[in-house]
């Protein structure tokens, strides 16, 4: 039961093969018996769950059922469910019990019929690329216990690789749902920008945001993403579109298809056997019918540096409403009202918040705001530009998702510069907007490798279609950690 | 002596009239309990968005469209960035390189009388933002209390240019300002309740110097008094300090009505960086043409274009028709007075129209001035019903000027009495009174005739000393009339009479 995908979970529920309480409490014995060893959950809380089994189960038998009523989830605690606390990670919020459900939470909740098995662990405020930021310890890659999830969605990628749950919620802002996916064999979207509502998901840098699902398969990916996005009215930025079924096309045949390959992308920088499992990938994708041609994102090697500064930027006034007066942690002794918002955001954030928030500060403060942040907004322009050029002569482009496989817990920790580059290949996709996933394409030293699929604005079910084929013709995405059982 | 010529430049706050919050659907009424009207959007819950309220981008094109500015096509929510308990976010969504109204001007009378000259202000731009919540110092034993009701309710901030010269001219121009936005419905204009609020940036520079001199800025006034009390104070605080050797430096200072002198909140040092950047939870406002069109079908009449049709419709002058229109209840005041004091079968002339206004102008303004600042100017203790019934029986000859103001004047206390409660006397009143208190005037030709014969008689005096050439003695012998008549005698029957006799 715990390998089957959503839609065989479905069938099963629907055959009555097993309830959604019966599904629910496996997942839910099974985090009880792992995760004291990954620490992928921070929140548990058995009896919601199983209220909510109950009530799948209730829809089950009395026909008003969707494909994925009754099926167990992880939750990100980025995302605020009612009633649950939601700390996204950090010691500001980890007495925070939201008081309303997130779009995303909601409609996989309410309108899905999906049941929470809890939130998981994250990078504080989704800032880092290891999961060890989190103020409830570093989540441990099912991989290599001595290695790092990924991050910021390590608790979500780690859940789903030790079969805590069958799948979960990500949000990428930089790369946090497709980097963990790619350390943890597993596959993750990020949708184009304004697909999934980012209301009630808690802000890092809103115009970079995006939440996405994280799931063993492209086509469980597809169904949770049909689930997840809309139009959402409490969200400015979320867009106004028709609906659409993402998994209309996974079956199409990709004979024809053009695969982009930017050269910087396959330069210097990246692990051989990392490169090595990419080149496979792309082998076999020729072998489904597809062409590969050479393309270039000449500005790349900006996005990282761009991002460094609107990120923080951002960041820096989202984090401003951490102030310990009306919700949260607040310092326990403070003789001013400085001295409380001193003491309360010295306490309550972590050094990797802290740091982003001054650099935030500075980038966007008087005099230096047109030598960081418009500039960084002017590069922001040509890295979206250079995708817009390069997709006149691809439909996907695909490289590596991450430069490296899984690394020590503790390797990168003291160098940030060094932990930032884990992302240098999914940055520039969140700058320019764009639909980004990962998915299994081999291993190097027994580690998961990911690649890396970028489609043009709105192309979901095209990279969904891509990604599905590939996975009917391998197997990586089918393996899990020999250990875990 | 060096001469000092002082420039003022004002932004006002102006709470806009909208319903629901800028931001999010919460109500915006005021006094409800604390944090009964701020809703997860308004408390800066982790992970709520802003959605913008299209009425109040509505308000400020409207606003726009009065003013005669441009209304942005593209403009931008940016964030300012402090802490603050009652700021939630930890910012305030403004505009700020791109605000929504560029430009325009508000002309405005200033002074009164033979005084009074017309003065333009240009204001540098008008911004939407979202206001405050409220600290609460007492009653919390040395802590403070905050209420977010207040927290998002939309503002529109007017800026002007450092047009004006004295504090007269900056009252002026507020009062013009705070009757617009009343006007033009955007804005309920309740001070007290700090709807309205005025910012003062005061400077003083030698008359004839180019450059302006240093300013500070006097935060939160809310009366118009205070607007000209706390200027003339800082004016003459500021040419103080320069006449005994010292700068004034950059700050923003607060006015205490008690002492009536204005002290130093923070110098420019202080002053905060605000580190603005535009929202990104916030797309950029497009404003269409076919929207400004669609705010535009549903505006009334500007103060401009109705003080043209008084003087075209109504044949007043010019300066009666600006003083019909420095608001906009003074003026359909006028015209609902007019409409009543019509006598059947009659249509709007010179006459009615020049006789109405001078009652709205000098009777009905007057009480409304002696009210003084916090009088709502929509609140008449007479209504224009009444007062034009009580015109209308008075150009019937049913009664005299002077039965007519009297009565005006009896309603009005009444009114004032019940704290404006509701208006003092209605038309019926009016004819109860006119027939129990036997107020009717004497316009019986007969009656009339054999009163002047009376007189004539008694007076053979005063006949001579009007035959010998002697105008001022016909006066005597009218007055002499109306007392024998006890004032009800229609005068003009009275005048005619008179002459009639003495000529014969």
Known sequence: ?485 | MTQWEVVIGIETHAQLATVSKIFSGASTAFGAEPNTQACAVDLALPGVLPVLNRKAVDCAIRFGLAIGARVAEKSVFERKNYFYPDLPKGYQISQFELPVVQGGSLTVQVGSGDKTYEKTINLTRAHLEEDAGKSLHEDFHGKSGIDLNRAGTPLLEIVTEPDMRSSDEAVAYARALHALVRWIGICDGNMQEGSFRCDANVSVRPKGQAEFGTRREIKNLNSFRFLKEAIDYEVHWQINEIEEGRKIRQATVLFDPDSGETRMMRSKEDAHDYRYFPDPDLLPLVISSEWIGEVKEDMWELPNDRKSRFEREYGLSSYDASLLNTNYDIGNYFEGVVLHALVSGERIGTELSKLAANWVINEVSAKMNQEGDGHPMWKFGVSSETLGHLLRRMREGVIGAKTAKELFTEFWEEARANNYAHHGGHPGKVDELVETRGLKQISDTGAIEALVDEVLTANPGNVAEFKAGKEKAFNALVGQVMKVAKGKANPQQVNELLKKKLAG
């Open chain 1, 1 to 485: 039961m715990i390998d089957k995908s959503l839609k065989q979970l479905g069938q099963a529920l629907a055959a009555k093969e097993i309830s959604s309480v019966e599904l629910t409490t496996l997942f839910l014995d099974r985090i009880a018996r792992l995760n004291p060893e990954i620490n992928a959950f921070v929140t548990v809380d058995r009896d919601k769950s199983l209220a909510v089994a109950r009530a799948a189960d209730a829809r089950i038998a009395n026909g008003t059922a969707g494909p994925l009523t009754g099926i167990p989830i992880a939750q990100k605690d980025i995302f605020c469910a009612e009633g649950w606390t939601t700390t996204c990670g950090s010691k500001m919020l980890a007495n925070f019990v939201s008081p309303y459900d997130a779009t995303v939470i909601a409609k996989l909740h309410r309108e899905a019929g999906m049941v929470s098995l809890g939130k998981t662990n994250m990078d504080e405020f989704a800032m880092g690329s290891s999961n060890e930021t989190s103020y409830f310890g570093p989540v441990k890659n099912p991989w290599d216990r001595a290695r790092v999830p990924g991050g910021s969605s390590g608790g979500s990628a780690a859940a789903v690789a030790a079969r805590l749950a069958p799948a979960a919620t990500g949000t990428d802002t930089g790369g946090s749902i497709r980097q963990p996916a790619a350390l943890c064999n597993l596959t993750g979207l990020k949708p184009t920008y304004g697909v999934v509502s980012r209301y009630g998901m808690i802000a890092f840098a809103s115009s970079l945001d995006q939440g996405g699902p994280m799931a063993a398969s492209a086509e469980d990916c597809a169904l949770l993403l049909n689930a997840m996005s809309g139009f959402d009215e409490r969200d400015s930025t979320s867009l106004q579109r028709p609906a659409e079924d993402y998994a209309r096309d996974l079956e199409k045949p990709l004979a024809g298809l053009r695969i982009g390959l930017p050269k910087e992308f396959f330069g210097d920088g990246c692990d051989p056997a990392v490169m090595a499992a990419v080149q496979a990938a792309l082998d076999e994708y020729r072998k489904l019918g597809a062409t590969t041609v050479d393309v270039s994102l000449p500005n790349s090697h900006l996005s990282v540096p761009a991002y460094y500064v609107i990120a923080p930027a951002e960041a820096s006034s989202n984090l401003s409403r951490f102030d310990g007066v009306r919700y949260g942690y607040r310092a326990p002794d403070y003789d001013s009202l400085d001295d409380m918002y001193m003491k309360t955001r010295a306490q309550g954030f972590g050094a990797e918040v802290k740091r982003r928030i001054l650099i935030g500060a500075y980038v966007l403060s008087h005099g230096y705001y047109d030598a960081y942040y418009l500039q960084a907004q002017r590069i922001r322009r040509l890295i979206a530009d250079d995708f817009v050029a390069a997709f006149k002569s691809c439909d996907v482009i695909m490289g590596p998702t991450s430069p490296s496989t899984a690394f020590k817990l503790g390797e990168r920790a003291a160098d940030p510069v060094q932990m930032y580059l884990s992302d240098i290949y999914t940055i520039a996709v969140n700058l320019a907007g764009l639909p980004g996933m990962s998915i299994p394409c081999g291993f190097a030293d027994g580690l998961p490798v990911g690649l890396q699929l970028i489609g043009d604005y709105f192309a979901e079910a095209r990279l969904l279609n891509a990604a599905h084929r590939f996975q009917q013709a391998t197997d990586w995405h089918r393996r899990r950690p020999a250990d875990i059982v």
